[in-house]
């Protein structure tokens, strides 16, 4: 590995990117991208700046749930490449100073992996117990309550063993036995095949959820189910989050810490409360556990306060936070808060206190892509309908420029991109001043600035629409100040400050002759106090 230095803390100063292979760059016309296509975007992450991509899963599977229905752990789905090539571009990644986080599933496999046709073929087979199996109820039917998130019971029947498997998402995605020493066992084997190959960590997917509990007994109902979509209706007491997931979570971690500079980020239960007790006390668990309180936020100044003090207060103190502002089971935050506001959440991310995660395609804007209800792929919106939970329209593939496909596939894409040709990357590399172009300059000034990425964090008071913080390293100090409203908002601080950038990226390194500035419309700014 080239030129990484700090292995211990790199991901702290890193800005991670999230790749959904499958539409980021398809090289063999089969409209679906593939790792030879990841290989030839490498100069555009490099351009970008970013410090690591987390690639969603990449391994053998039917594909019923993106990815996330593994047949094998450890193959590549020949959808995306070979192991070889992996390891290709896994050198190249490196090579650019790159890191790569990929996806580990340890929750639910696929039901034609290996494991799940011996577990299911008899209750005597040498992994009878790698599953979660429990006998009927005294009806016959399911053995108690428990829903799968993508809609149902989430308990499906074996005549083989003449017993319920449990599936916390797909019927064709049983969840493993955590309790099982044996599962754990092969997980950190999947783990370590990786990591000695040389990836730099995993995001560990549904990781709240690792065990359920024993007793088997029912959810209540949610108080709060009207209006829900029927698999919200209960509250998950019994399945989520169990106190005995920490304990798994903790194996995981001492699995990887057993490599030097590995970090894991993880997928973890909702609730900002709860978020603290990922971090691990005497025993560590997750690195980054993934905060996507942003994106749940309102977009006006005081909830934006409130949500990054709300945040901050739920993590312990040796914490390091996280802020995510796109994943592939996300709406685009793009069609929420809209063009003009995209910038200034571009410079919130790049400015906060924590490691930056962002989706691919946010970085030129991106909005949810209409998709026809005969294109539908995704399993949540076909079980689930009509309530908008369709993650399609995120994970479209990724317009590198404005032609039928994109710049991404040649031939048919396995869903559609937006009609209208933009936002597309070749276009905003063009201009000096598209999102594009901030998100670039803004990962660089956070490179620059050590102040920005390891800095101290102390919120200011925020009012008339303009959310503000400092960063403060040695004497180093940064001021940002974020108009969320429209019209322009006048803002004032104490000190000299010189401008080091504006969302707008039309003036910069400006020494300013009043501690106080019009903020246009949409516009943010980042200021250093100059020492006196
Ligand atoms: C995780 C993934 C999601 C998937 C689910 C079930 O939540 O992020 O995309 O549907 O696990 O595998």
């Known amino acids: 590995m080239s030129g990484f230095s700090d292995e211990a803390a790199w991901w702290q100063s890193a800005v991670i990117y999230e790749i959904a292979l499958i539409s980021f760059q398809d090289s063999n016309g089969d409209g679906k991208g593939d790792l030879t296509g990841l290989m030839s975007r490498i100069d555009y992450l490099k351009w970008l700046g970013v410090d690591a991509v987390w690639l969603t899963p990449i391994y053998k599977s039917p594909f019923r749930d993106l990815g996330y229905d593994i047949s094998d752990y450890c193959s590549i789905d020949p959808t995306f490449g070979s192991l070889d090539e992996f390891d290709h571009v896994l050198k190249a990644l490196h090579a650019a100073d790159i890191r790569l986080i990929l996806d580990l599933v340890p929750n639910h496999t696929a039901n034609d992996h290996a494991w799940f046709i011996e577990s299911s073929s008899s209750r005597n087979s040498a992994k009878a117990d790698w599953y979660i199996w429990a006998d009927p109820a005294e009806n016959g039917g399911p053995p108690n309550n428990w829903r799968s998130r993508f809609g149902g019971t989430g308990w499906e029947w074996c005549e083989a063993r003449r017993q319920y498997y ?55 109902p949610n108080p709060q189910a009207k209006d829900k979509p029927p698999p ?187 009609p209208g040709g933009t936002p597309n990357v070749a276009e905003q590399q063009r201009s000096e001043r598209s999102v594009l172009a901030l998100f670039r300059a803004l990962i660089m000034l956070r490179h620059e600035h050590a102040c920005l990425s390891q800095g101290g964090y102390e919120p200011l008071r925020s009012h008339n629409d ?67």
Request: aromatic residues 8%; neutral net charge.
């Open 466 to 532: 303009v959310l503000a913080y400092r960063r403060t390293k040695g004497g180093a100090q940064i001021l940002v100040a974020l108009n969320v409203a429209t019209e322009p908002r006048k803002w004032h601080w104490l000190g000299r400050g010189r401008l080091l950038m504006s969302t707008h990226l039309d003036r910069r390194s400006e020494t300013l002759p009043e501690a106080s500035i019009l903020l246009r419309g949409n516009e943010g700014v980042i200021i250093a106090l100059e020492a006196r």
């Open 166 to 220: 449990y599936h916390s998402f797909l019927v064709e995605q049983p969840d493993l036995n955590w309790r099982n020493p044996q599962v754990r066992a092969a997980i950190a084997d999947v783990m370590r095949f990786w990591l000695d190959r040389g990836v730099d960590g995993f995001r560990v997917d549904a990781s709240a959820v690792l065990i359920k509990d024993q007793l088997l007994r029912d959810n209540p």
């Open 232 to 418: 919200q209706r209960q509250t998950p007491v019994f399945t989520d989050d169990r106190p005995e997931t920490m304990d798994c979570i903790e194996f995981i971690r001492e699995v990887i810490d057993s490599y030097p500079g590995r970090v894991l980020c993880g997928e973890v239960q909702g609730k900002i409360d709860r978020i603290g007790h990922f971090y691990g006390n005497d025993r560590p668990r997750l690195h980054l556990p993934l905060n996507f309180a942003l994106l749940d936020s309102q977009w006006d100044a005081l909830s934006l306060q409130a949500t990054i003090d709300a945040y901050l207060n739920a993590i312990p103190e040796h914490a390091w936070p996280v802020w995510v502002v796109g994943g592939h089971d996300k709406q685009r935050i793009a069609s929420k808060i809209g063009k003009a506001q995209m910038r200034v959440l571009a410079m919130l991310l790049m400015t906060l206190p924590g490691t930056p995660f962002f989706f691919m395609g946010d970085e030129i804007g991106r909005k949810r892509v209409p998709i026809p209800s005969d294109r539908v792929h995704d399993p949540f919106e076909k079980l689930v309908p009509g309530f908008g939970l369709c993650r399609d329209p995120e994970r479209a593939p990724m317009r590198w420029d404005g032609s039928a496909g994109g710049g991404f596939t040649n031939g048919d894409p396995w869903l559609p991109l937006e």
